[in-house]
């Protein structure tokens, strides 16, 4: 399927950084952006696109540590404008191919984007890290009954010390140290959560972390979260490490995604699935499980896997095609409009609350 190449720049390609109110003047600059020197807003209505070139993004050699240091550029960008204007961040690596599409997507999500500026309106991003002492906890649990009693019975060469055993008491311990981690992990959530608008959990992914929690907070009652960091640390004596990074962006609330979809990429997810232009998202994914069932892997053997991925394609961009407005839309409204430039092309457009894989 054909899609236009949002992440990669070219030439005349814009890169959209970020969706704000728009401002008295049209087409204003607004800042700097490292590649071209300039941003500017594209207005539609009362909602604007921040936007630059981005080309330097092309150019680079996509290594990690390339990538590493375009998001941090990126985010700079968006932390600049966020202190003169509320802000609604746009995903990394997004471009379009013209101002006709940055006007088309403000338009199709102007609902989107307005309920979400109500919701977060005057709010910030803070995450919070929480790291524990992991030899001390250890320590602790070599004291536990279960875990002594073993240890004190190899020591007496009473009873096997096997592999089987070591790995009777490595469960043990890790029972105690998920155990452990899960009861604070609750107990500073809840404090924590008692400060702020929302808050999205992460899961620890390593034995120092006791907890990842990304905090939606009022932007004037920031020093509430300062008593309560101030708090736990003296209820816990020190023992814990706290990291607060902010404030950002409400990047994990709402981060807005746009797709450039080519009409003929959308009239061949339709031909796949077999749904037409009004389907909503229910009905693309209930039309999705019937055309899997013929090109599964566990149905036609390894070969199908190639079939799963493009019916899997078909279903996202349908979906998200559905969801756009949160409303069913026709093909003809999504195509035309009377805009020869978008007679081939449909934009798509979502806020996103960044939680799933990684959310606990």
Not at 204 to 214: P, R, S, Y
Not at 223 to 232: H, M, P, V, Y
Not at 282 to 293: H, I, L
Request: net charge negative.
């Amino acid at each position: 399927m054909n899609t236009l190449p949002i992440g990669r720049g070219c030439e005349t390609s814009i890169y959209v950084y970020a969706i704000i109110p728009a401002q008295p003047a049209t087409d204003e600059a607004i800042g700097t952006d490292p590649a071209s020197g300039q941003l500017w807003t594209i207005a539609a209505g009362p909602l604007a696109a921040v936007v630059g070139y981005g080309s330097n993004m092309e150019s680079r050699s996509g290594s990690r540590e390339d990538l590493v240091l375009q998001l941090l550029a990126h985010q700079k960008i968006i932390e600049q404008i966020m202190h003169t204007v509320p802000v609604l961040p746009v995903k990394f690596g997004t471009f379009v191919p013209d101002e006709v599409s940055v006007r088309t997507f403000l338009e199709r999500g102007g609902p989107a984007f307005r309920a979400a500026f109500d919701r977060l309106a005057d709010c910030v991003q803070v995450e919070i890290l929480v790291k524990w002492d992991v030899k001390a906890v250890f320590a602790e649990i070599a004291n536990e009954e279960a875990v002594a009693e073993l240890k004190k019975k190899w020591e007496l060469n009473v009873g096997p010390s096997d592999d089987a055993s070591r790995v009777v008491l490595g469960g043990l311990v890790k029972d105690s140290l998920d155990r452990r981690r899960a009861a604070l992990a609750d107990s500073l959530s809840e404090a924590l959560r008692a400060v702020a608008v929302d808050a999205i959990a992460y899961r620890a992914t390593a034995d120092q972390v006791v907890l990842h929690l990304v905090l939606l907070m009022k932007a004037d009652e920031m020093a509430a979260l300062d008593r309560c960091l101030e708090a736990l640390d003296a209820a816990h004596a020190g023992r814990l490490t706290c990291r607060c990074v902010g404030p950002l962006a409400p990047y994990s609330f709402a981060t807005v995604e746009i797709e450039v979809v080519e009409a003929t990429a959308l009239t061949q997810a339709m031909r796949l699935l077999g749904v037409g232009p009004t389907a909503s998202a229910a009905q693309v994914r209930a039309a999705y499980r019937r055309a899997a069932k013929s090109v599964h892997p566990d149905a036609v053997g390894v070969g199908g896997s190639a079939g799963m991925v493009t019916l899997t394609e078909a279903c996202r961009i349908l979906s998200l095609n559905a969801e756009t407005d949160g409303r069913q839309r026709d093909m003809d409204e999504v195509l035309s409009a009377g805009n020869p430039i978008l007679a081939d092309r449909s934009v798509i457009v979502s806020v996103r609350r960044q939680e799933g894989a990684l959310d606990a």
